[in-house]
């Protein structure tokens, strides 16, 4: 996926503030999308809304020795909208493994690649935007779909910031009563708010789930070149293949089972699953395939996306403040009732 000019692909989420551990929440402790930005902005303003990530994406340590400035993911703006009742985070991320950008001229086959300089590195900017009003208990929010950005980093990172921001904040602390060698201890523990989402559902893959059954998944990946029978330059690829085939599951449990399967394939280096829905009325199926490397790619298929086009203005892949006119499209989709 690369970011487009005129074009943008937006996930809707359901945003639940709760405290980390979980336990904490038996001790009467609650959070709230107020304090949760509000640790956010002080973090920001002391520069330091930031996170530092390795390879795929896993978050280091502060002191980690393999910590590099140029491969982070932080806070680049937040915006209040009082008026429109939404909170917009802009996520930058930067990642130094990234491919610099190639220029073609097809008039001369000239192609010219434009490197970083000093200090900088391959960057991307996605645009979050929830609304601070309760709807069933969660706030709406939209996360702007953008490479090298994930919701999975985007979440870890937020979280990570705030148990930061509050590891030495003995205001966050709660009472658990332990037995110590048969005596009765008072241990105070800490915790943290945090954020949750809840992604809503895709709607066309719920009514096939519930109208059909997802009877087999296809994985596949490319194999070493054909050595048989054969003249080499005649064969354009060699693909390996793994069908799995499905008892009947309900359709709460398949996101559960699909998941695990796809968490083996990235480790197999499959590069793409296919989805195989049979029994759809009309005796129709469904086949979609996704690319297994996509660090989002169940939430291409199970998550209601909106694809935003007609913007007025080219955008760009990284923004240093939030662009006004992304932002408010997706600040008109967290208030219109009937997108949710």
Known sequence: ???????????????????????????????????????????????????????????????????????????????????????TL??????????????????NNSVRVERPKGSETPGWSAHLVISTDLHGGAHRACFEQMPRVSSRIVLS???????????????????????????????????????????????????????????????TKKSAFYQGVGAADSIKRQEEKIVIKLKPAEPENIRSIVENIIKQAKSQHFESVTFSVDDLPGNQTSHPTIPIDDQDAMEHLYVRAKRLTEFSTILEQCYSKPCSEIEDRMIQIVSNDSEW
């Open 1 to 87: 996926m690369v970011a487009l000019k005129f074009e943008r692909r937006v996930f809707l989420w359901l945003m639940k503030p709760k405290v980390a551990p979980f336990d904490a929440a038996e001790h009467g402790k609650t959070a709230s999308l107020d304090e949760i930005v509000s640790i956010l902005e002080a973090e920001f303003s002391g520069q330091k809304a930031r996170a530092y990530l390795f390879g795929g994406g896993r978050i280091l340590e502060d002191d980690d020795l393999d910590r590099d400035e140029k491969n982070q993911i932080y806070i680049a703006d937040i915006r209040r909208d009082k008026s429109n009742s939404t909170i």
């Open 90 to 107: 802009l996520i930058n991320r930067g990642d130094p493994d990234a491919v610099a950008p190639a220029f073609l001229n097809a008039s």
């Open 157 to 219: 990172a937020l979280d990570r910031i705030i148990s930061r921001a509050l590891a030495q904040n003995p205001t966050y602390k709660y009472d658990v009563v332990v037995n110590e060698k048969g005596k009765k201890k008072i241990v105070h523990k800490p915790y943290r708010p945090t954020l949750d989402a809840a992604r809503v559902p895709s709607e066309n893959l719920i009514e096939d789930l519930e109208a059909g059954s997802l009877s087999s998944l296809t994985l």
